[in-house]
């Protein structure tokens, strides 16, 4: 039977892939909050904001959301999760599902103003649009910084894991018995 604190270790080759996900998914999220504009170089919503790009916006926020459902579906299956850093993980994991869920419907609306936007012609009603676009929009991208800084934590957490695991291996192999010296040639020792 395996001591407590063994039971309580994530295997290292589980840990790294881990990582490897949700370092892929934290840049995913980190590049597209910073990369997808709304507002020309001049700061101005455009005349005509492209339906097509925003709503596109949508769909890769929710492709992305689902990426984040799915590896945490995936480790709170699997036995990791029970382990002390295990359970921080999947509590992290969990809030970055939910902060990722959030972002897609706001870029969903803020094609939809798009769209309302190209058919109106009222001042009035243009700057609502405007404005709402504007709000949904930025509400959608901060929901994904929130969702990278959320996986950038948890992959921490298992960088740490994993460096406290290192920590553990040299104590043990510092603690271990000096390996007594090979028999001498013809078999009596000295």
Request: glycine fraction near 4%; proline fraction near 9%.
């Amino acid at each position: 039977m395996k001591p407590d604190f063994e039971r309580e270790l994530i295997p290292p080759d589980d840990a790294l892939h881990l990582i490897g996900a949700l370092n892929v998914m934290k840049d995913k999220a980190h590049n597209a909050a910073h990369q997808w504009k709304l507002l020309d170089e001049d700061g101005h919503v455009p005349a005509a904001p492209s339906y097509t790009v925003l709503l596109q916006h949508a769909n890769d926020a929710q492709d992305l959301s689902c990426d984040v459902l799915r590896l945490t579906t995936e480790f709170a299956r699997s036995p990791h999760h029970t382990t002390r850093d295990g359970s921080t993980v999947l509590k992290k994991l969990a809030w970055a599902t939910t902060e990722s869920s959030h972002a897609p419907p706001y870029f969903a609306e803020t094609a939809k103003y798009a769209l309302s936007l190209l058919r109106s012609t009222n001042p009035d009603d243009r700057q609502y649009l405007s404005n709402n676009m504007v709000h949904d929009h930025a509400t959608g991208r901060a929901y994904l910084r929130r969702t990278s800084e959320v996986l950038r934590d948890a992959a921490e957490e298992l960088g740490a894991h994993l460096g406290f695991q290192r920590f553990l291996a040299q104590l043990t192999r510092q603690e271990s018995p000096p390996t007594p010296p090979p028999p001498r040639p013809g078999g009596r020792p000295h």
